[in-house]
């Protein structure tokens, strides 16, 4: 008798996820133990000083007023139209690019990264991110028949390994035409590193040599933590302006952290370029691929945002409260990065962030060291990340250490 009725292709697929194996762990210490002897910096949420999930409560007041018909309906399947408009305003702020920027709704920065994949890379083909990555990257490119290669991040000088980045990028171009990279910046998941405008000077005069050698490239940048990267955020976007139309640029815009609505599911991916036709076919193909995918998105998570931009009163309070998520999430990582310092304990150059980062060639044995002291973080392929959104500033103190004692015990300090 058969065991598998899936497809060559789908078989052996399983989603096997670190951090919600993690996250049961912690859960299920917290109702033997009690919610004060347990660290859990395992989810990507903000948590307040009591461990409870944040909503941002303007976000919260409008989201409710909305009326059910503007909830439930149906959305026009590219976005609602002022969403559009406005999720580019909300993205860029004062810097927006110069160039043609054309928007389509998403199931949040995923769906953005899907259609990437899905529509500007040919089947077969590899996508170029960091070493550091978020795990979707990797299962978003599998499950579309392409696969996931690797940059170093970080050089020996702490800064972006340029030469890394474009040693990988060339191997591609000998054999792709189509080329895509995908780049987590600012306050990068996992690490916290934003990119330099320096940075972007230099990825882009390399890219300008691939396009000479007829290469196209496409960058998705993905901003979903740019909320909580703190003032200056945004000046790098102007760096995006008068690129050459073999050079799209996709922002993908999200809502989830933004906004504090995750599961809300949406986002844009916002298309630039020096070329109008190109604009108008990234509209057209990505369009199609919405509908071809999961049809329309949640009209009231975009109506929400569209309230709460086009009133000055709204905008103004809900800026001040993601501005007081952000101090509280920087006041936290401060803790850490000055007692990691103390106690010799490497990590990951942090700016801003949801995460930090510590360096680690086994990074599974040293989370289960720290979940015997009730210390639950998320053992990723490069280290262990540290989730700063989710804990509480009194539990930041003693966590560098704790995390040393671990590395020592294991072996690897
Ligand atoms: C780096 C990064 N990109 C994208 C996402 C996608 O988030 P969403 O699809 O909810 O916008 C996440 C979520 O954790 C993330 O960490």
């Given at each position: 008798?058969?065991?598998?009725?899936?497809?060559?292709?789908?078989?052996?697929?399983?989603?096997?996820?670190?951090?919600?194996?993690?996250?049961?762990?912690?859960?299920?210490?917290?109702?033997?133990?009690?919610?004060?002897?347990?660290?859990?910096?395992?989810?990507?949420?903000?948590?307040?000083?009591?461990?409870?999930?944040?909503?941002?409560?303007?976000?919260?007041?409008?989201?409710?007023?909305?009326?059910?018909?503007?909830?439930?309906?149906?959305?026009?399947?590219?976005?609602?139209?002022?969403?559009?408009?406005?999720?580019?305003?909300?993205?860029?702020?004062?810097?927006?690019?110069?160039?043609?920027?054309?928007?389509?709704?998403?199931?949040?920065?995923?769906?953005?990264?899907?259609?990437?994949?899905?529509?500007?890379?040919?089947?077969?083909?590899?996508?170029?991110?960091a070493?550091?990555?978020?795990?979707?990257?990797?299962?978003?490119?599998?499950?579309?028949?392409?696969?996931?290669?690797?940059?170093?991040l970080i050089g020996?000088d702490?800064g972006f390994d340029h030469?890394d980045f474009?040693?990988?990028?060339?191997?591609?171009?000998?054999?792709?035409?189509?080329?895509?990279?995908?780049?987590?910046t600012?306050?990068?998941?996992?690490?916290?590193y934003?990119l330099t405008?320096e940075d972007?000077?230099r990825i882009?005069?390399?890219?300008?040599?691939?396009?000479?050698?007829?290469?196209?490239?496409?960058?998705?940048?993905?901003?979903?933590?740019?909320?909580?990267?703190?003032?200056?955020?945004?000046?790098?976007?102007?760096?995006?302006?008068?690129?050459?139309?073999?050079?799209?640029?996709?922002?993908?815009?999200?809502?989830?952290?933004?906004?504090?609505?995750?599961?809300?599911?949406?986002?844009?991916?916002?298309?630039?370029?020096?070329?109008?036709?190109?604009?108008?076919?990234?509209?057209?193909?990505?369009?199609?691929?919405?509908?071809?995918?999961?049809?329309?998105?949640?009209?009231?998570?975009?109506?929400?945002?569209?309230?709460?931009?086009?009133?000055?009163?709204?905008?103004?309070?809900?800026?001040?409260?993601?501005?007081?998520?952000?101090?509280?999430?920087?006041?936290?990582?401060?803790?850490?990065?000055?007692?990691?310092?103390?106690?010799?304990?490497?990590?990951?150059?942090?700016?801003?962030?949801?995460?930090?980062?510590?360096?680690?060639?086994?990074?599974?044995?040293?989370?289960?060291?720290?979940?015997?002291?009730?210390?639950?973080?998320?053992?990723?392929?490069?280290?262990?990340?540290?989730?700063?959104?989710?804990?509480?500033?009194?539990?930041?103190?003693?966590?560098?250490?704790?995390?040393?004692?671990?590395?020592?015990?294991?072996?690897?300090?």
């Amino acid at each position: 008798m058969t065991e598998s009725m899936a497809a060559p292709q789908a078989r052996g697929k399983k989603y096997k996820d670190a951090i919600f194996g993690a996250s049961n762990a912690a859960q299920a210490d917290i109702q033997a133990n009690g919610k004060d002897k347990v660290v859990n910096g395992t989810a990507g949420v903000i948590q307040d000083e009591t461990g409870t999930l944040v909503c941002l409560p303007t976000v919260e007041k409008t989201y409710r007023a909305l009326p059910m018909t503007e909830i439930i309906a149906y959305a026009p399947v590219a976005g609602l139209p002022a969403f559009l408009k406005d999720a580019q305003e909300c993205c860029f702020g004062d810097y927006r690019p110069e160039g043609y920027t054309v928007a389509v709704a998403t199931t949040g920065g995923t769906g953005a990264i899907h259609h990437i994949i899905h529509n500007y890379t040919c089947p077969g083909d590899e996508v170029l991110t960091a070493d550091w990555y978020w795990s979707a990257y990797q299962m978003l490119c599998a499950d579309a028949g392409r696969s996931l290669r690797t940059f170093r991040l970080i050089g020996e000088d702490g800064g972006f390994d340029h030469e890394d980045f474009q040693r990988q990028l060339s191997a591609m171009a000998d054999r792709q035409e189509q080329l895509a990279v995908v780049l987590n910046t600012p306050a990068h998941n996992p690490t916290g590193y934003s990119l330099t405008d320096e940075d972007w000077d230099r990825i882009f005069d390399f890219l300008k040599t691939l396009v000479a050698r007829g290469r196209k490239i496409t960058v998705l940048v993905d901003v979903s933590y740019i909320d909580y990267a703190g003032p200056g955020a945004r000046a790098f976007f102007r760096k995006f302006s008068g690129l050459p139309p073999e050079i799209l640029i996709v922002t993908a815009f999200s809502m989830s952290k933004s906004f504090t609505m995750y599961g809300v599911r949406v986002g844009a991916m916002i298309g630039l370029s020096s070329s109008e036709a190109v604009a108008r076919e990234f509209a057209e193909v990505n369009t199609y691929t919405n509908r071809a995918t999961w049809s329309n998105n949640s009209r009231g998570g975009m109506a929400c945002l569209v309230r709460i931009w086009e009133d000055p009163a709204l905008r103004r309070q809900y800026q001040a409260e993601q501005e007081q998520y952000y101090q509280l999430i920087q006041e936290r990582a401060a803790i850490f990065v000055k007692e990691a310092k103390e106690a010799g304990l490497p990590m990951l150059p942090y700016q801003s962030g949801f995460f930090l980062s510590i360096p680690s060639p086994d990074a599974g044995k040293v989370c289960a060291l720290l979940q015997k002291k009730h210390i639950y973080l998320v053992p990723l392929r490069a280290g262990v990340r540290v989730a700063v959104c989710a804990i509480p500033k009194a539990k930041m103190h003693g966590l560098a250490g704790a995390i040393r004692d671990a590395m020592v015990e294991a072996g690897q300090l």
